[in-house]
């Protein structure tokens, strides 16, 4: 009785979408869909019976015929109701799926960053992705087909209790055995797809290894397709395994369905004959009505029987969907209470910060700044030395292990985090381009105005991405979905990452790398703009290339995840530290 509650709650559960969307449409369904197979299935079982009657009792042909015809009117009016609906029912249904996935698009945005560091997230992700569409719609046929098939059996059941009551306890007998052999396959399916998903999701690593042109260059003149190939075969073996390990356990349990199925036909059929050759069941109508309501019940009990079985299944499959929107997020949480930013230029202090990935030796420790409105900061130090994890922090895609992040005065944890991130401009190193136009590309902070993105475009020199590829400024950027769509060099990224923070009114600008791919000359003209006057955001500038920084107010070097050295460029080469170190080898090789 837990169980049958459970899968009960479960299947309510994954038709909560259809009850928000479109819980008018979820009820005309089921009412046109599980009224009408019952109607049909006493004319099937009935009808014979009353028409070899009429003609035993000598009624005319017209009498009989007229009736006839009747009868399937009736059946030929409860498909047709199906139909007249069908069309609203397509829309409606597609409508809600697409919803779903909307639904897991947004719970996956309100995750927090840390979750994406953690591969059991994405197994969890991806059996929502591939899952809760499909176990959505089979939760409301579960509802459909129960209904009908109750209704069905029902009348079935009613039309053998009055002459063949035994066959309803052999009927219960078989129901209970399949049920219990239904348990069984239910946790072999789960225990199946549960290996099956991150051998999938490994098969789509492949997948876009091969189909983006991200790896095109490695694939073909490096081992790396090699590599690739053996992991694939790896894994492949792995899958057939897996495959034929279930494989053996599946048809073991449905050769024992099958066993109690026909052992069941027989016994009903042996205590038919039995009754007959007595004299029990006397009349030539009444016997066909009982064969055909057993074979008809029969079916209706077997496909009952599967349905009872995938509310175990629905039941299991909801579990593993709803791990992945009961995942807890702290960060990206929306609070009543937060604070909303106001339109001005941040300080940014940074008090005893300190931080440490999961599973990771590498922490930032004890760091300790004070940025003030307006100031401009280059963050200098050797790879992996946690100049990007400042940035994370800056922008809260992680929490602080210890000390605090003050922005404007306030604590970054009283923020509401999204209003926050709306007010810092952010470019990285391999900004993303996506497959929209070039304007839209831009306008991912704020909608910007045709005269104000023609004078970031002149100041970039975003225009010229168009004359070199003779093509027009509606066109889209990628080739993702338009062959005559625009692939921009590493450069040109670049640049539209920095038109991005230029296109609206932010109080903290990070830039992590912002112009690594570009030219010398384009190199100096983007640090101009973002050092210069003309930028009256705060600013704090990750750089490798020191000749970017020297015009900084001020100058950080990280090292091993601590803040060394702070100060003007020509405070830091009197220094003679690090610094000094690092940019005088950098001039020789400028000189050399």
Same mark, same amino acid.
């Given at each position: 009785?837990? @169980?049958?509650?459970?899968?009960?709650?479960?299947?309510?559960?994954?038709?909560?979408?259809?009850?928000?969307?479109?819980?008018?449409?979820?009820?005309?369904?089921?009412?046109?869909?599980?009224?009408?197979?019952?109607?049909?299935?006493?004319?099937?079982?009935?009808?014979?019976? %009353?028409?070899?009657?009429?003609?035993?009792?000598? *009624?005319?042909?017209?009498?009989?015929?007229?009736?006839?015809?009747?009868?399937?009117?009736?059946?030929?009016?409860?498909?047709?109701?199906?139909?007249?609906?069908?069309?609203?029912?397509?829309?409606?249904?597609?409508?809600?799926?697409?919803?779903?996935?909307?639904?897991?698009?947004?719970? !996956?945005?309100?995750?927090?960053?840390?979750?994406?560091?953690?591969?059991?997230?994405?197994?969890?992700?991806?059996?929502?992705?591939?899952?809760?569409?499909?176990?959505?719609?089979?939760?409301?046929?579960?509802?459909?087909?129960?209904?009908?098939?109750?209704?069905?059996?029902?009348?079935?059941? /009613?039309?053998?209790?009055?002459?063949?009551?035994?066959?309803?306890?052999?009927?219960?007998?078989?129901?209970?055995?399949? !049920?219990?052999?239904?348990?069984?396959? =239910?946790?072999? !399916? #789960?225990?199946? %797809?549960?290996? @099956?998903?991150?051998?999938?999701?490994?098969?789509?690593?492949?997948?876009?290894?091969?189909?983006?042109?991200?790896?095109?260059?490695?694939?073909?003149?490096?081992?790396?397709?090699?590599?690739?190939?053996?992991?694939?075969?790896?894994?492949?073996?792995?899958?057939?395994?897996?495959?034929? *390990?279930?494989?053996? +356990?599946?048809?073991?349990?449905?050769?024992?369905?099958?066993?109690?199925?026909?052992?069941?036909?027989?016994?009903?059929?042996?205590?038919?004959?039995?009754?007959?050759?007595?004299?029990? #069941?006397? &009349?030539?109508?009444?016997?066909?009505?009982?064969?055909?309501?057993?074979?008809?019940?029969?079916?209706?009990?077997?496909?009952?029987?599967?349905?009872?079985?995938?509310?175990?299944?629905?039941?299991? =499959?909801?579990?593993?969907?709803?791990?992945?929107?009961?995942?807890?997020?702290?960060?990206?949480?929306? *609070?009543?209470?937060?604070?909303?930013?106001?339109?001005?230029?941040?300080?940014?202090?940074?008090?005893?910060? /300190?931080?440490?990935?999961?599973?990771?030796?590498?922490?930032?420790?004890?760091?300790?700044?004070?940025?003030?409105?307006?100031?401009?900061?280059?963050?200098?130090?050797?790879?992996?030395?946690?100049? /990007?994890?400042?940035?994370?922090?800056?922008?809260?895609?992680?929490?602080?292990?210890?000390?605090?992040?003050?922005?404007?005065?306030?604590?970054?944890?009283?923020?509401?985090?999204?209003?926050? *991130?709306?007010?810092?401009?952010?470019?990285?190193?391999?900004?993303?381009?996506?497959?929209?136009?070039?304007?839209?590309?831009?306008?991912?902070?704020?909608?910007?105005?045709?005269?104000?993105?023609?004078?970031? /475009?002149?100041?970039?020199?975003?225009?010229?991405?168009?004359?070199?590829?003779?093509?027009?400024?509606?066109? &889209?950027?990628?080739?993702?979905?338009?062959?005559?769509?625009?692939?921009?060099?590493?450069?040109?990224?670049?640049?539209?990452?920095?038109?991005?923070?230029?296109?609206?009114?932010?109080?903290?600008?990070?830039?992590?790398?912002?112009?690594?791919?570009?030219?010398?000359?384009?190199?100096?003209?983007?640090?101009?703009?973002?050092?210069?006057?003309?930028?009256?955001?705060?600013?704090?500038?990750?750089?490798?290339?020191?000749?970017?920084?020297? =015009?900084?107010?001020?100058?950080?070097?990280?090292?091993?995840?601590?803040?060394?050295?702070?100060? @003007?460029?020509? &405070?830091?080469?009197?220094?003679?530290? +690090?610094?000094?170190?690092?940019? @005088?080898?950098?001039?020789?090789?400028?000189?050399?």
């Amino acid at each position: 009785m837990r @169980t049958l509650k459970k899968n009960i709650r479960d299947i309510v559960w994954l038709c909560k979408p259809y009850w928000k969307y479109g819980r008018g449409y979820l009820i005309l369904f089921i009412l046109v869909s599980a009224i009408f197979p019952p109607i049909k299935d006493l004319i099937y079982v009935v009808f014979p019976e %009353k028409v070899v009657d009429m003609l035993a009792a000598g *009624r005319s042909f017209c009498y009989v015929a007229a009736f006839s015809l009747i009868v399937c009117a009736v059946g030929f009016a409860a498909y047709m109701s199906q139909c007249v609906f069908f069309c609203y029912f397509q829309r409606k249904s597609t409508y809600i799926d697409l919803k779903i996935k909307r639904d897991i698009y947004e719970k !996956a945005l309100r995750l927090d960053y840390k979750f994406i560091d953690n591969p059991e997230y994405y197994n969890k992700y991806s059996w929502a992705l591939n899952e809760y569409v499909a176990q959505t719609n089979a939760a409301r046929d579960f509802i459909n087909k129960f209904l009908q098939y109750f209704l069905s059996v029902t009348v079935l059941l /009613s039309v053998i209790a009055v002459t063949g009551p035994w066959i309803l306890v052999v009927e219960a007998v078989q129901l209970v055995l399949h !049920a219990k052999i239904n348990e069984r396959e =239910n946790k072999v !399916a #789960i225990e199946r %797809k549960a290996e @099956t998903v991150p051998l999938d999701r490994r098969f789509s690593y492949f997948h876009r290894l091969f189909y983006l042109k991200d790896y095109s260059a490695d694939m073909k003149s490096t081992l790396l397709s090699k590599r690739i190939f053996e992991k694939y075969e790896k894994t492949s073996e792995e899958k057939i395994d897996v495959v034929n *390990r279930y494989a053996r +356990k599946t048809i073991a349990l449905g050769i024992i369905h099958e066993m109690i199925f026909s052992v069941t036909e027989a016994v009903i059929i042996l205590y038919l004959i039995y009754n007959i050759s007595v004299g029990r #069941i006397a &009349e030539v109508g009444m016997y066909i009505t009982m064969m055909l309501a057993y074979y008809r019940i029969d079916s209706k009990l077997q496909s009952f029987i599967h349905l009872l079985r995938s509310a175990n299944e629905l039941s299991l =499959n909801a579990e593993k969907i709803y791990e992945f929107f009961d995942m807890k997020s702290e960060i990206e949480v929306r *609070r009543e209470d937060a604070f909303v930013p106001r339109s001005e230029t941040f300080s940014v202090e940074l008090k005893n910060v /300190s931080f440490k990935y999961e599973g990771s030796d590498f922490a930032l420790k004890n760091m300790n700044i004070a940025i003030k409105p307006g100031e401009k900061i280059a963050v200098v130090g050797e790879n992996g030395a946690g100049k /990007s994890t400042l940035i994370k922090l800056l922008l809260r895609l992680y929490d602080v292990s210890g000390g605090e992040v003050v922005i404007g005065g306030k604590s970054i944890k009283e923020y509401d985090i999204h209003a926050l *991130r709306h007010k810092i401009g952010a470019a990285f190193q391999n900004p993303n381009i996506y497959a929209m136009t070039l304007e839209e590309n831009v306008a991912l902070y704020n909608d910007i105005s045709k005269n104000d993105f023609d004078k970031i /475009s002149a100041v970039l020199g975003l225009n010229r991405i168009f004359e070199k590829n003779n093509a027009e400024s509606g066109i &889209e950027l990628t080739k993702e979905f338009d062959m005559e769509g625009i692939v921009l060099s590493g450069g040109e990224a670049q640049k539209v990452a920095l038109a991005r923070v230029m296109s609206g009114n932010f109080g903290l600008l990070l830039l992590d790398e912002p112009s690594s791919a570009l030219d010398p000359i384009a190199e100096y003209e983007m640090n101009s703009l973002i050092l210069g006057a003309a930028n009256k955001a705060t600013t704090i500038l990750v750089a490798h290339r020191l000749s970017t920084t020297r =015009n900084a107010d001020r100058i950080v070097l990280i090292d091993n995840g601590e803040i060394k050295e702070c100060g @003007t460029h020509e &405070e830091l080469m009197a220094m003679r530290g +690090k610094y000094c170190e690092m940019f @005088t080898k950098q001039a020789e090789n400028y000189i050399k």
